[in-house]
């Protein structure tokens, strides 16, 4: 039987931790045998300026979409770039979704014609997602065809309009275990309806993130534009051709714990290689040049980036699902206009697309203001490349794709079977590869479930936790979150809470030797 316990208040927590890091604590950090616990004193804290646009925790990411869906912009350049137009039993809710994970399994994939709302293959998929217009008008469904749905889109949309006509809000429905998430962005309307141990507010970071995957391809700009002056626009027009792109979105916010955790990870590599690449990346610099970010997968080697421009997590996974999902990329250089909506909704950017060589993971992405700008960014490669070439950083980065990940039998605790760890100043979290009970996607996708679960729990809106042990049949679980890092254990279901708590300063430990390793910790600009 699983069973939680927790605790607002834990011992291993300092007492009234400052937030803000003090220069001395940062010099201190990496000096000190404990590992800190306050927010730039953290194991992986970068020590020198962060390469994202900084935000301390969960609530911080998701506060826009409670209140008016504030992005951080940088003034400088927005003129440059081009305008175009937990209710129910837990424990039983928890078994039902773990035993629901095979089905869902074979389920997955692109829908087929005769998967509409009517079959009970469609109903019995866990998680839906739909994008209509404010005119009731289909965009996107995840499962089943907009065509065959438009019915039901135009019932969510009559809900929406019927809760504002009595001057309100329409957020969500809980009914026989599932949750149906409104989120409305003018002139979209999007809708999830899932049967997980989500809450509201991460099922609506989801949503967002599908609405800022729209906007990356039209801009808010053009959207707004296209339907002032016709407003039953059918938008699948412009939309054709990347419905995929949606689709691999939706499998990475299932499986990737860094949509989770609003964080990225790092290929595992030296230190001193990766300053190398980080330095030849630094020298082959344009006037127009952004950022300069190296890809191995769905793991970054390293960004650099224009000084005060910041970049947000949410972007940089955009722009991971781009490359993940256009197999075209690796036929040649690509050139392709993006707008980073979390930068600047009005306009887009510019990207040079394109893998170092055609066998290799490793895709380099250089984002410029200038649409013209295409053979001077090639060029920036060629010479990034030349001078990679000439260092043996080229080779170590080589053999470090050969090992992407680390077991988790290095850290040197037998009963834990997995953690994922994130650093909240770096942005950047590191987690093992998966151990042999969970490497089927089937069992993937259950221990991200208890993941969500666990998240779910300690950033509760009203009643947040520090930290959460659950006991299950097949693993225990500890998740735990301080002011400087947020953190979540696997365990064999032999082990005790006592041994759970014990891990921590171990692994913490360990984390803060390899840390040069694991993180990123002296990012560039040019």
Sequence with gaps: ?????????????????SLAPVDKLRNERSDSPT??????????????????????SFEDLTADNEEAGGVETASELSAQLEEKEERGDERRGLEGEQEDEGEEAKLSGRVEEDD???SEVWRRRRKHVFVLSEA??????????????????GVMMALVSFVEAEKNVIRSIHADGYKVVFLRKSPLVLVGVA??????????????????????????????????????????????????????LLRLLDRDPGFLLCAV???????????????????????????????????LVTLVRKKDQYLHHMDLHLLFNLVGSSSSFREGEGWTPICLPKFNTAGFFHAHISYLEQASDLCLILVSTDREDFFNLSDCKRRFLERLRRRSAYQALQEALRAPSYPVSQVGIPELRHFVYKSKSSGLYTSPQLPTPYLSEEEQERLMGLYQYLHSRIHHPTRPLRSVYHCGERENLLALVTSGFELYLCFSPLGTKALAVATINKLLKWIRKEEDRLFILSPQTY
């Design 265 to 299: 990870t790092c290929l595992p590599l030296p230190s001193s290689t990766r300053d190398v690449i980080s330095s030849s990346l630094q020298a082959a610099k344009a006037k127009s040049l952004v950022f300069s970010i190296l890809l191995a997968g769905n793991q």
């Design 136 to 153: 009731g008008k289909p965009i996107y469904s995840r499962y089943g065809t907009e065509e065959a749905l438009s019915s039901t889109m």
């Design 1 to 17: 039987m699983a069973a939680d316990v927790h605790n607002k208040k834990v011992v291993w927590e300092i007492q009234n931790g």
């Design 116 to 118: 509409d709302m009517t």
């Design 195 to 248: 049967r997980t141990q989500q809450s509201e507010r991460e099922l609506t970071r989801e949503l967002l993130y599908i609405y800022f995957q729209i906007l990356s391809l039209l801009t808010l700009t053009q959207l707004t534009h296209i339907f002032q002056h016709k407003q039953n626009y059918d938008l699948r027009r412009l939309l054709a051709g990347s419905e995929h792109l949606t689709d691999n």
């Design 35 to 56: 590992p800190g616990l306050v927010e730039g004193t953290e194991p992986g804290a970068g020590q020198d300026n962060a390469m994202f646009v900084h935000t301390r």
